[in-house]
């Protein structure tokens, strides 16, 4: 009686119920996202992306620093967003680009990402948060970011039933996929967004 007593005080709590909430969407997002980076053989590049999405976080930081204006601070998943798309646009780049050695897209972007984040937070002189952003913290999720998640979560809900045939074919062998006339440019860009969005609202959370 006093574990369930003590489960459902715990839920009344809104930081518990936007946590709880979070955590089941991201874990319907996980999955659908997952299978594909495991198939196409990108297992590394979540964290990759990860990194890279600090380079917004931080700027975020130091803009609110320079400017002293705390919208900056407050809310730096978009920031997050954009330049985790621009890694994962950058991955792409080189993987075209070293068509012999693609896995050292990732290292390379990797490496450039966690580079300009630490020195835009070190000039922010606001490292306090460092840690949360670092490895993400789910019970500090707003509403602001639910409201998020759950159009990223209906989005890539939609993608799959509207485009299931196209992503099994782009996923598992482009060559045939080419042959059946699908657009390879486009669904793998759609891809890339659709991650980097998922894994930069992984970060923060």
Same mark, same amino acid.
């Given at each position: 009686?006093?574990?369930?007593?003590? /489960?459902?005080?715990?839920?009344?709590?809104?930081?518990?119920?936007?946590? /709880?909430?979070?955590?089941?969407?991201?874990?319907?997002?996980?999955?659908?996202?997952?299978?594909?980076?495991?198939?196409?053989?990108?297992?590394?590049?979540?964290?990759?992306?990860?990194?890279?999405?600090?380079?917004?976080?931080?700027?975020?930081?130091?803009?609110?620093?320079?400017?002293?204006?705390?919208? /900056?601070?407050?809310?730096?998943?978009?920031?997050?967003?954009?330049?985790?798309?621009?890694?994962?646009?950058?991955?792409?780049?080189?993987?075209?680009?070293?068509?012999?050695?693609?896995?050292?897209?990732?290292?390379?972007?990797?490496?450039?990402? +966690?580079?300009?984040?630490?020195?835009?937070?070190?000039?922010?002189?606001?490292?306090?948060?460092?840690?949360?952003?670092?490895?993400?913290?789910?019970?500090?999720?707003?509403?602001?970011?639910?409201?998020?998640?759950?159009? +990223?979560?209906?989005?890539?809900?939609?993608?799959?039933?509207?485009?299931?045939?196209?992503?099994?074919?782009?996923?598992?062998?482009?060559?045939?996929?080419?042959?059946?006339?699908?657009?390879?440019? /486009?669904?793998?860009?759609?891809?890339?967004?659709?991650?980097?969005?998922?894994?930069?609202?992984?970060?923060?959370?």
């Amino acid at each position: 009686m006093i574990t369930l007593s003590f /489960f459902s005080d715990l839920f009344t709590e809104s930081f518990m119920q936007r946590a /709880f909430l979070a955590g089941v969407m991201l874990g319907v997002l996980a999955p659908l996202i997952g299978s594909i980076v495991i198939i196409r053989r990108l297992s590394f590049i979540a964290d990759t992306l990860g990194h890279f999405s600090l380079v917004g976080i931080s700027l975020s930081l130091f803009l609110s620093y320079s400017l002293g204006n705390e919208i /900056f601070a407050d809310r730096p998943l978009f920031l997050g967003i954009f330049f985790s798309v621009v890694g994962g646009l950058l991955i792409e780049i080189f993987r075209r680009y070293y068509k012999s050695y693609k896995e050292i897209s990732m290292p390379i972007v990797m490496s450039l990402g +966690t580079a300009v984040s630490a020195m835009f937070f070190s000039l922010s002189k606001k490292t306090g948060s460092l840690y949360n952003y670092l490895f993400g913290s789910i019970l500090t999720v707003t509403d602001y970011y639910i409201v998020v998640i759950a159009i +990223t979560m209906v989005v890539v809900i939609l993608l799959y039933v509207l485009f299931f045939r196209q992503i099994i074919s782009v996923s598992f062998e482009e060559g045939n996929a080419k042959f059946l006339g699908i657009n390879l440019n /486009f669904f793998q860009l759609i891809f890339i967004i659709v991650l980097s969005v998922v894994v930069s609202m992984m970060k923060m959370s």
